[in-house]
């Protein structure tokens, strides 16, 4: 094989290559399409096939009409790419995909890389965009009742690669990550 062939991909716990850009792409309709695992060039470590540039390029460039956008109808949730530090006062660093973003109380931002924008907003910033004053102050309200924050921040990836911002808590304590689909 040439020397372009650095790519693998994960199927049945077992990992698939070494093999070319091109082959990758033929592969992965049948191993899971850009929700495969696959290591290549510029990841550290697996990541989803649909995360890593080059691959969603090659992938545009087969024809059909590109992935739609999400919109606040019928909202979900994209799978989290975290990584947990620490032992007594742990941070989480989260990986945002280009365009995702990320909503946490204001105050918790530990460190975020150059490409994330950062805004301060009042109301729910995951609600429907025009949901009005009254409902602003609404739901800003719930969250005064329960002890938190009147106002909240987000924080969206605005660059072209992955970008990380990180969270803390002031005090000391373990995070315990809980994946609310499989919670129910």
């Not at 024809?63 to 975290?82: F, H, K, L, Q």
């Not at 009005?132 to 609404?138: C, D, H, R, S, T």
């Not at 329960?146 to 660059?159: I, P, R, W």
Request: net charge negative.
């Amino acid at each position: 094989m040439s020397g372009d062939a650095v790519w693998y991909y994960a199927q049945n716990g077992q990992s698939i290559g070494p093999m070319t850009l091109g082959q990758l792409i033929a592969a992965l309709p049948t191993v899971g399409g850009d929700r495969a695992m696959v290591y290549g060039p510029g990841t550290t470590n697996w990541v989803e096939a649909r995360t890593v540039g080059a691959i969603m390029q090659a992938m545009a460039g087969r024809g059909g009409p590109p992935v739609p956008p999400m919109t606040a109808v019928g909202r979900s949730a994209d799978v989290i790419d975290y990584e947990i530090f620490g032992e007594e006062m742990q941070f989480a660093e989260v990986t945002l995909d280009p365009g995702e973003m990320v909503i946490a109380e204001a105050g918790g931002m530990m460190y975020m890389t150059s490409g994330i924008k950062m805004e301060t907003v009042f109301g729910d910033p995951s609600a429907p965009q025009g949901q009005g004053f009254w409902n602003k102050v609404l739901t800003a309200g719930k969250r005064m009742v329960t002890g938190e924050s009147l106002f909240m921040t987000t924080f969206q990836n605005v660059a072209s690669g992955r970008e990380q911002v990180a969270f803390a808590s002031p005090y000391p304590g373990k995070i315990v990550p809980m994946h609310l689909d499989q919670l129910g």
